[in-house]
């Protein structure tokens, strides 16, 4: 069973950087969704499993960078000029065996983490 954890979530100031990791059990396309109270769970950004696709969300395109170090089964997300509505719960998600391509479809995601918080002050 995939396991997903989560790490890096804090407070930052506007304009400032984080960087969220996600350690995997193995090797699986990924992503990262985000929920802010009172809001559903929306797409952040997403990963093939080998790492030649990558997909954003318009929000954070420019701003956030997915990588991946297959090495370690680790998705990292590089937050850059964080907004204060960035602030939400982060979560890493797994898509499901036999999926290979990033993809903003939460319904293709199996697996979620446990979720780390962001929080962005103005």
């Known amino acids: 069973q995939v396991q997903l954890v989560e790490s890096g979530g804090g407070l930052v100031q506007t304009g400032g950087s984080l960087r969220l990791s996600c350690a995997a059990s193995?090797?699986?396309?990924m992503g990262w969704f985000r929920q802010a109270p009172g809001k559903e769970r929306e797409f952040v950004a997403a990963?093939?499993?080998?790492?030649?696709?990558?997909t954003y969300a318009d929000s954070v395109k420019g701003r956030f960078t997915i990588s991946r170090d297959n090495a370690m089964n680790t998705v990292y997300l590089q937050m850059n000029s964080v907004k204060p509505e960035d602030t939400a719960v982060y979560y890493c998600?797994?898509?499901?065996?036999?999926?290979?391509?990033?993809?903003?479809?939460?319904?293709?995601?199996?697996?979620w983490g446990q979720g780390t918080q962001v929080t962005v002050s103005s």
């Open positions: 998600g797994a898509q499901g065996r036999g999926l290979y391509s990033a993809s903003s479809n939460k319904g293709l995601y199996a697996r």
């Open positions: 193995g090797r699986y396309a």
């Open positions: 990963i093939g499993s080998d790492g030649s696709s990558t």
